[in-house]
């Protein structure tokens, strides 16, 4: 079955600074693959998608994405964040509609 | 433009009662979904539904009952509520694609 690791649970970095958010996925083939911010009491929404092609894909708030078959991850990074950034981010992995896997979520503090 | 919500907002009930969370999308989108995010495990799929009146099991979906007799609806019933259901509950819905868009959720707790 596939699954979504995000080995880090909380990062703090400081505004104006540069961020990676590390995803991992398990799966048989080239999945979908997604990262999703949470803020505070909202939904989720949806920063960015890869599907297939170029392996670097831009998303909204100037944040990218870089998936790597070699080494099964879909790392999300901004060049430099603002506090506004703060939220919880998650990765998601999935085959099809129904069976979307997401990570646990990186709670992301920006220092001012 | 609505978008998609969910009803209600915030949720109090008893051990043993039974519970419906509603989830109303203004899309007209095939796919809705029901998750729910507790700590530490991310969201689960609880049920989906592909269309109107298809529905099927997600990863979660023990104690829980869903209907789907309009697009735009997609009620999740929690027939008899136990404190491990204390959740926050997301609804989604997706066109025949693969992104999903998220409802504002339901903060449930049950005593």
């Known amino acids: 079955a596939q699954s979504v690791t995000q080995p880090d649970i909380h990062i703090t970095v400081s505004e104006g600074a540069s961020l990676e958010l590390r995803c991992n996925y398990s799966y048989g083939a080239t999945p979908y693959l997604f990262w999703y911010v949470q803020s505070p009491g909202q939904g989720l929404q949806l920063l960015l998608k890869?599907?297939?092609?170029?392996?670097l894909v831009q998303g909204i708030k100037g944040f990218e994405a870089e998936f790597k078959r070699s080494q099964s991850s879909f790392n999300l990074r901004k060049p430099s964040v603002h506090w506004s950034d703060a939220a919880e981010y998650f990765c998601a992995v999935g085959a099809n509609n129904n069976d979307m896997r997401f990570g646990a979520g990186t709670r992301l503090t920006v220092k001012p | 433009d609505a978008g998609i919500t969910q009803s209600p907002r915030y949720k109090i009930t008893e051990t043993g009662r039974q519970v419906t969370l509603m989830c109303h999308q203004t899309?007209?989108?095939?796919?809705m979904f029901w998750y729910r995010q507790d700590l530490g495990h991310g969201l689960r799929l609880i049920y989906y539904s592909a269309a109107a009146d298809i529905t099927d099991k997600g990863e979660v979906p023990d104690g829980y009952v869903v209907s789907r007799s309009k697009t735009e609806n997609f009620p999740l019933t929690l027939e008899s509520a136990t404190r491990s259901q204390t959740s926050v509950y997301f609804c989604?819905?997706?066109?025949?694609?693969?992104?999903?868009?998220f409802g504002p959720g339901t903060r449930l707790t049950v005593t």
């Open positions: 989604a819905s997706s066109s025949s694609g693969y992104e999903q868009y």
């Open positions: 890869y599907f297939s092609g170029d392996t």
């Open positions: 899309w007209s989108h095939s796919y």
